[in-house]
């Protein structure tokens, strides 16, 4: 099936500085990837709808200044939470669509800032 | 290492049936177990569940976890045509991460 890889899989980051996480679609071409966050004990919120070659769509509440997002191209996007604080800290997973469609769920990503 | 297994691929019924999900695990300290439906956008969640035995619904919907067996079913009573999707599993363990099952692809026919 297809594979979506997400890098880093743990970061620990000092206060105020940005921390970038790729998102990559390794065996198709993902024109539409999704990133979330997951707080504790609850389910993932969708953070974001990032498609390829255009700006984000982010969803209400979401600082899109803070979470910068890009997708260059068809393999990849990236997501950058920019001056980071330790509110910050959580799991953020990106998943992207086939043309199926289906999804598929990167690994996830641990941040934590201190 | 942690997986989810979910049963079966792929299902297709005709409109008013009623449909089982399965979804099985193997996690290292067991956090919850989440239920997800992935139409043509992101997937949209549908239940959280942490303690076994106890009955979650909404609407025709319903899951119940069963911690000893390490499993979990989602119910769909009297399906409609607009449930068709797939319907993803995940599974929060020690690591803390989130572990998705394949998913299982349910059509429902008029």
């Known amino acids: 099936g297809a594979v979506v890889s997400q890098h880093p899989s743990w970061v620990i980051c000092k206060s105020g500085t940005s921390v970038k996480i790729e998102c990559r679609s390794l065996d198709f071409q993902a024109t539409t990837m999704f990133w979330y966050r997951q707080f504790p004990k609850q389910s993932l919120m969708l953070m974001a709808t990032s498609n390829e070659g255009s700006k984000a769509t982010y969803e209400q509440g979401v600082e899109k200044d803070k979470f910068l997002i890009n997708h260059a191209s068809l393999t990849l996007s990236t997501l950058t939470v920019t001056s980071a604080h330790p509110e910050d800290s959580s799991f953020y997973i990106c998943?992207?669509?086939?043309?199926?469609?289906?999804?598929?769920f990167g690994q996830g990503t641990r941040l934590t800032v201190v | 290492e942690d997986k989810v297994v979910q049963s079966p691929l792929s299902l297709v019924v005709h409109e008013g049936d009623t449909v089982t999900l399965n979804c099985s695990y193997e996690v290292t300290n067991f956090r919850s177990l989440l239920w997800y439906k992935q139409e043509k956008k992101a997937p949209t969640f549908l239940f959280m569940l942490t303690s076994s035995g106890i009955e979650k619904k909404s609407g025709r919907l319903s899951s119940i976890l069963d911690k000893k067996e390490l499993s979990s079913i989602l119910n769909i009573t009297a399906t409609q045509t607009g449930d068709s999707a797939i319907y993803l599993c995940a599974v929060e363990g020690g690591s803390e991460k989130l572990v998705f099952g394949k998913g299982t692809k349910l059509t429902v026919n008029p």
């Open positions: 998943s992207a669509i086939t043309k199926q469609p289906e999804a598929f």
